[in-house]
């Protein structure tokens, strides 16, 4: 990092994090919400770079969520960028955050193109693929600004369904379910035309999302 002053934050914040007895959600957000204040008035570009060690030294989900928090870094995104923030993510959890706070909304601000994302979809990265089905929640999620967008999902699904990897079939799953509030006839329709392509979990969840609004009945969340 070029500029002393920004290392010195992301150094400032890596050593409260490295000091944190327990390093549970709360505490970790409380020192990007510490983060967020001091970085406020900076440029986005500016931010991006402290986001981009953040992900390279520190929990990656931190660096995302401080990109995702910014008035204007979101906006600031390019596809390369979107591409190295990404580079490395090797869990569920961290493609997750990155699909939800930085890929999606950059996605649905057209930093990032639909073409892009087909590519993710086609990757032979599991956790690209997975990216490429996270990142169309986004587009149904009314809380981070989605307003439901049935050919994008499902052309991104379309892509995945025939993939068996875990991580993609629960992703295909969270992906109609995501759809279903905007929606259900489109989802119910494309269930039904795919039954003998979609693995067996897809379309008990879904069906469950359809039948009943949630993903397992009996459970509280859906």
Same mark, same amino acid.
């Given at each position: 990092m070029a500029d002393p002053a920004c290392h010195q934050l992301v150094r400032e914040a890596l050593d409260t994090i490295?000091? #944190?007895?327990?390093?549970?959600?709360p505490a970790l957000r409380e020192v990007r919400r510490t983060l967020s204040r001091r970085v406020k008035? /900076?440029?986005?570009?500016?931010?991006?770079?402290?986001?981009?060690? /953040?992900?390279?030294?520190g929990p990656r989900w931190v660096g995302y969520?401080?990109?995702?928090?910014?008035? *204007?870094?979101?906006? =600031?995104?390019? #596809?390369?960028?979107?591409?190295?923030? *990404?580079? *490395?993510?090797?869990?569920?959890?961290?493609?997750? =955050?990155? *699909?939800?706070?930085v890929a999606g909304p950059a996605w649905m601000l057209g930093r990032v193109t639909d073409a892009a994302v087909l590519r993710w979809a086609a990757s032979p990265d599991l956790w690209w693929r997975r990216?490429?089905? $996270? =990142?169309?929640?986004? /587009?149904?999620?009314?809380s981070r600004g989605g307003r439901?967008?049935?050919?994008?999902?499902? =052309?991104v699904v379309d892509r995945l369904k025939h993939d068996r990897e875990d991580?993609?079939?629960k992703a295909v799953s969270?992906?109609?379910?995501? /759809?279903? $509030?905007?929606?259900?006839?489109? $989802?119910?329709?494309y269930l039904a035309a795919n039954a003998a392509i979609l693995h067996a979990r897809v379309r008990r969840e879904v069906g469950n999302k359809l039948r009943t609004g949630r993903k397992n009945p009996g459970r509280v969340t859906g």
């Open positions: 490295a000091r #944190l007895r327990i390093r549970k959600t008035s /900076l440029p986005p570009d500016t931010v991006l770079t402290i986001a981009a060690e /953040l992900v390279a030294n969520e401080l990109i995702n928090q910014h008035p *204007g870094a979101l906006r =600031a995104l390019s #596809l390369k960028s979107v591409r190295a923030l *990404g580079a *490395g993510n090797a869990s569920w959890q961290d493609v997750d =955050a990155f *699909g939800v706070l990216t490429a089905l $996270v =990142a169309t929640t986004v /587009l149904n999620s009314r439901g967008d049935v050919q994008r999902t499902l =052309a991580m993609v079939v969270w992906a109609l379910r995501s /759809l279903v $509030v905007w929606d259900r006839t489109a $989802v119910d329709r």
